[in-house]
């Protein structure tokens, strides 16, 4: 069994926020398993900018909705590290259009990559994390779900799941010495907003600009650290005022 100080387990890590969740999870000493499902060469480059910071890891690719890929990938893990100490939840996809006109095929594959994603990951994960009285888990929301965004039903709707079921967790598991906490993003400068309208929603911010992914990744930092080491059950929003 090979052991490491800490170790951080981010979903969807192969690009923007998730590979800057990575970045900034090296810097504060953990080792990171950065998952990915598609983006080989993207989530290489996360590694490589992991290794840049002088902690260790590895890439995994496994689908989080697919729960036997998922299985597979957490024995792995299991049973090369002694330990999980954060797991940060940021696999997600988005398929958006009017909910009238939304085919099931769009509001199921988004549902399942982030709210079956979350249970597929989070569970066993989180047995290791209660042995061992100690783990911080973070999801990645969005301000869709506080809000709600046009066009976005399937995308607000899982997003606000994880966000109820982020609280119920964290009330489970207090007494037991994990945190759960949610991280809230607005528009942020990832592949997910190219084609959107930008300046017409930067009217809507009152920071009048988006954010970057740095911005929401160093917020999961502290959420991980032992600086947030009274938080649970929060939900924080890196939105710009944004509401």
Excluded at 21 to 38: P, Q, T
Excluded at 214 to 237: H, N, P, W
Aim: with cysteine.
């Amino acid at each position: 069994m090979v052991t490491v100080k800490k170790l951080a387990v981010v979903t969807g890590g192969s690009k923007g926020i998730g590979r800057a969740v990575c970045i900034e999870l090296a810097k504060a000493g953990y080792d990171i398993v950065v998952n990915y499902r598609s983006d080989e060469q993207g989530a290489a480059e996360t590694l490589r900018a992991v290794i840049g910071q002088g902690a260790g890891g590895k890439t995994m690719r496994f689908d989080v909705s697919n729960r036997d890929e998922t299985q597979e990938a957490v024995r792995e893990i299991a049973g090369s590290y002694e330990s999980v100490d954060v797991l940060v939840n940021n696999a997600g996809i988005h398929a958006d259009g009017l909910f009238v006109m939304m085919p099931h095929e769009d509001w199921d594959a988004v549902i399942d990559t982030t709210l079956r994603g979350f249970y597929n990951v989070t569970r066993p994960l989180l047995e290791k994390m209660i042995f061992r009285k100690r783990g911080s888990i973070v999801s990645i929301a969005s301000v869709a779900a506080l809000i709600g965004n046009r066009g976005q039903a399937n995308y607000a709707a899982a997003k606000a799941g994880l966000i109820g079921a982020s609280r119920a967790l964290a009330s489970e598991v207090a007494r037991l010495g994990v945190r759960v906490n949610v991280v809230a993003p607005g528009l942020i400068e990832t592949e997910m907003i190219k084609g959107a309208p930008i300046e017409n929603i930067k009217a809507l911010i009152p920071m009048a600009r988006t954010g970057k992914p740095e911005e929401v990744a160093k917020v999961v930092r502290f959420l991980c650290s032992d600086d947030a080491s009274y938080m649970t059950g929060q939900v924080i929003s890196v939105n710009g005022g944004m509401f």
